[in-house]
């Protein structure tokens, strides 16, 4: 499957701010508290200018009315981001789980919508944003969900829907996708080819991505690099919780774990 490079949104990061952070692929759930309570905790306690959360924040996102749900899950996550974007600026680009969020989202958390994907300049440097699932090339069944999910046209007919048929239809879809997990099945990565390409357009040289939960940096050609975040999984052993500084040193893995 071939791509053509999209229109980058491009985001000057203000003078006075020297340290970010990026995350991705957090995966919230009420099922997993433990990983809930430490993105709770690191929302107290990091010390950055600004944090950028690229994509799949949450496990699922049925719609930004299950905040008015009474003591719903999606309440309390959202009640937390927005006691954090009372003392730092916080983003929120789209993921494959959470692309449902809306304007209602947004304005309850306090954060900025980042479109995906978005050109950082921040101390000189040139980042790509982006979740990460566009430049899964391979993966093409996806790649078609991904535009039919996209359109308003659907968007509309699902959020129609009940809330309780909605959770329910996300429960069999979160199933479907641990058997496949449990089944050792692969997953698409991303295309060099088309990361290449987009920092060239871009006049970058660093691409910043989630979605595929195999971190690592990947140098590609001309200089040109690609770093991955890690998912997050508070239960594992070794716990993965994982956020990736962005200082005048450079990019930087921090490790959130126990010590």
């Known amino acids: ?45 990091t010390t950055a200018d600004a944090l950028f959360i690229l994509g799949d924040l949450f496990e699922v996102w049925v719609g930004d009315d299950a905040i008015d749900e009474a003591g719903s899950f999606e309440a309390e ?33 306090g954060m900025t919508g980042l479109a995906d994907p978005t050109v950082l300049t921040l101390g000189g440097q040139r980042i790509v944003l982006s979740h990460g699932d566009l430049l899964c090339l391979d993966d093409v069944d996806y790649q078609r969900f991904r535009v039919q999910a996209r359109s308003s046209a659907w968007q509309s007919a699902f959020l129609a829907q009940p809330l309780a048929t909605r959770r329910a239809q996300a429960r069999g879809i979160r199933q479907e996708s641990e058997a496949k997990k449990q089944s050792g099945a692969t997953y698409a990565d991303v295309d060099s080819p088309a990361a290449i390409a987009w920092l060239q357009a871009s006049r970058a040289a660093t691409l910043v991505h989630g979605h595929t939960h195999r971190p690592a940096v990947h140098p590609l050609a001309q200089g040109l690099t690609r770093v991955v975040l890690s998912d997050w999984d508070a239960a594992a052993l070794p716990p993965r919780l994982e956020t990736l500084r962005l200082s005048p040193a450079g990019l930087e893995r921090i490790d959130l774990g126990p010590t």
């Not at 433990?34 to 905790?41: C, K, L, P, W, Y």
């Not at 003392?87 to 969020?101: E, S």
């Open 1 to 45: 499957m071939t791509t053509t490079v999209p229109r980058f949104e491009e985001l000057v990061a203000p003078s006075h701010w020297r340290t970010v952070e990026f995350i991705s692929d957090l995966h919230l759930q009420a099922s997993e508290p433990a990983t809930v309570a430490a993105f709770r905790h690191y929302l107290h306690t």
């Open 77 to 109: 996550g959202c009640a937390a981001l927005a006691a954090a974007s009372q003392r730092m600026p916080l983003y929120f680009m789209h993921g494959n789980r959470d692309f449902l969020a809306g304007p209602g989202f947004l304005a309850r958390t």
